[in-house]
């Protein structure tokens, strides 16, 4: 069936204003989920760039004691012992620069 020249059934129909917000909202929201996303990934590699400095290859613990957890600052590392102290070591010597002694509470 052949229609005629002049005859355009739905070519040039003007868009609803509410499909037209809604395509305008699906795009913001595609935007800022890409945004979010890139910023997300942004965050864990700085993260992962700026970590501290790795742990020391030997810690040597006074009176054969053992270690039982770790913690780091920016210039030093502490190591808790099993027989309740805290060892607090330089970093760039790696001597130990204080004993902490923790006491049971009463």
Excluded: C
């Excluded at 499909?19 to 935007?31: D, K, M």
């Amino acid at each position: 069936m052949d229609t005629p020249q002049g005859d355009n059934t739905g070519d040039n129909l003007p868009e609803p204003p509410q499909l037209r917000f809604l395509r305008l909202l699906v795009t913001v929201l595609t935007g800022v989920m890409i945004a979010g996303i890139v910023l997300i990934l942004g965050l864990i590699w700085h993260r992962y760039n700026n970590a501290r400095a790795p742990l020391p290859e030997v810690i040597t613990l006074p009176g054969g004691a053992t270690a039982t957890a770790y913690t780091q600052g920016p210039d030093w590392y502490a190591v808790v012992t099993d027989d309740n102290q805290i060892l607090i070591f330089d970093r760039a010597s790696g001597k130990l620069r204080q004993e902490i002694e923790i006491t049971p509470e009463n």
